[in-house]
């Protein structure tokens, strides 16, 4: 079960809705990238990959883990169908060229339309691993995708770098052990330090509930993995608004007491649909 499905159980819901304090904060910032086009989720799942070779650049870190994109590239090559042939071959070269594009973006550090474009690719990959072949066509690494190349050279103008600049650490799609295998591999956006951020490309600039819940989840989901102390390095939760240039940053006990947390974490673990692993290791 996916974090966000468990999210959506009764059960759950009215627990998060009892301990949990959403903020309302006053925001006015204007929005100062427009979408372009109408693939808003491939663009917001592309922007995921361009802040992330930004911050990797940025910070001096080298990833530790496949991109996702990766999984989704093996999981094509691991299939059988024949009809999925040409789309694996195409992918493969997507990917190859992705590869060479991000090593020439770590020696520049300059933005170039040929990086966006290789971002999209990723991001069709991505959608592999996450919903399955079926969500990609060999015509989609042939396609042009102008508007939205367009639309991240927008987005990557807006990122504040000195606000995402790490301290200690800076971990690109952290999972969180037994925690994230429970919700089936859930991975949040961004740690920075004791930051657990999430990235949002909407127009909308407004804290929603159901944005604060997931930051909470998996806040929730680290401490079902590991030991309370590992857990306990996030003390903040942040939002990006990509379309807005803006950083939206909580701390976690505003939000939710740390005995509120505790008590979620044991309502978890008693909840019928979920089997909670023993805990072996940290995010």
């Known amino acids: 079960m996916s974090l966000t499905n468990l999210l959506r159980l009764p059960e759950v819901r009215t627990e998060f809705e009892k301990r949990i304090r959403i903020p309302k904060p006053t925001l006015n910032m204007p929005l100062r990238a427009e979408p372009g086009g109408a693939r ?27 991109w996702i994109a990766t999984v989704g590239l093996l999981r094509l090559r691991s299939l059988r169908d024949p ?61 042009r995708y102008d508007a939205e190349v367009e639309d991240l050279s927008r987005l990557w103008s807006l990122i504040p770098s000195n606000q995402f600049l790490a301290d200690y650490r800076c971990i690109l799609n952290p999972t969180f052990g037994a925690g994230s295998r429970l919700t089936g591999g859930a991975d949040a956006d961004l740690i920075i330090d004791n930051t657990l951020v999430e990235i949002k490309t909407t127009t909308v600039l407004a804290l929603q509930a159901s944005y604060v819940y997931q930051l909470v989840g998996y806040c929730l989901l680290s401490l079902l993995a590991a030991s309370e102390e590992s857990a306990n390095e996030i003390s903040k939760i942040g939002v990006y608004f990509a379309r807005h240039g803006y950083l939206h940053l909580m701390e976690l006990a505003d939000v939710i007491d740390p005995p509120g947390l505790e008590e979620l974490k044991i309502f978890l673990e008693r909840v019928p649909r979920l089997r909670v692993p023993e805990a072996h290791e940290g995010c």
């Open 40 to 66: 808003y989720a491939l663009v917001g799942s592309a922007f995921g990959y361009l802040l992330g070779f930004h911050l990797e650049r940025l910070n001096n870190i080298e990833r530790s883990k496949p």
């Open 83 to 143: 009809r999925l042939i040409g789309v694996s071959h195409t992918a493969d070269r997507a990917y190859s060229q992705a590869l060479e594009v991000h090593w020439a973006f770590n020696v520049s550090g300059s933005f170039s339309s040929e990086l966006a474009q290789v971002c999209i690719h990723l991001a069709l990959l991505e959608r592999v691993a996450r919903g399955g072949p079926n969500f990609l066509l060999q015509g989609d690494f042939n396609e």
